[in-house]
C-alpha cells in the first residue's frame, strides 16, 4: 500500500507561486519504482493531468498549460514530491492531487493511479 498526504495549498494573487508536498508512506512505496503524479480538478471539470515525475526523477511530463510555470520533483530519502508553482493564474485554481502508481512511466492518466491523496485546494485571485 502506498498513503499520500498532499499540503502547500491556499489563496495567492495572479503571477505568485505555491508550492505543493506530497508526502507518501508504506511499504509499497519503499519497494518498488513509483511514479507520482499531480492531478487537479476544478468545480465542474474533469480531473486533468498536471505533472508527473518518474522514480529516479530523470523523467518528467507536464501539461502544455504548466509548462514553463510548474517544476516538478521528488526527495526520495525523504519520500516526498513537490510542485513548485509559479506565474500562477486564476484558470490553476482547481484542488489538487498527488497520486502514484506502480510504473517508471510518466504518462500517467487517473486510471492507472491505484493510489491518490485527498488533495489541498490552490485558490488564485484575479
Known amino acids: 500500500q502506498v498513503q499520500l498526504v498532499e499540503s502547500g495549498g491556499g489563496l495567492a494573487q495572479t503571477g505568485g507561486s505555491l508550492r505543493l508536498s506530497c508526502v507518501a508512506s508504506g511499504q509499497t512505496f519503499n519497494s518498488y519504482m513509483v511514479a507520482v503524479g499531480w492531478f487537479r480538478q476544478a468545480p465542474g471539470k474533469e480531473r486533468e493531468f498536471v505533472a508527473a515525475?518518474?522514480?529516479?526523477?530523470?523523467?518528467?511530463m507536464y501539461a502544455d498549460s504548466v509548462k514553463r510555470r510548474f517544476t516538478i520533483s521528488r526527495d526520495n530519502p525523504k519520500n516526498t514530491v513537490y510542485l513548485q508553482m509559479n506565474i500562477l493564474k486564476p484558470e490553476d485554481t482547481a484542488l489538487y492531487y498527488c497520486?502514484?502508481?506502480?510504473?517508471?512511466?510518466?504518462?500517467?492518466?487517473?486510471?492507472?493511479?491505484?493510489?491518490w491523496g485527498q488533495g489541498t485546494q490552490v485558490t488564485v485571485s484575479s
Open positions: 515525475i518518474n522514480w529516479s526523477g530523470s523523467r518528467t
Open positions: 497520486a502514484a502508481a506502480l510504473s517508471n512511466r510518466v504518462e500517467l492518466v487517473p486510471s492507472e493511479c491505484p493510489y
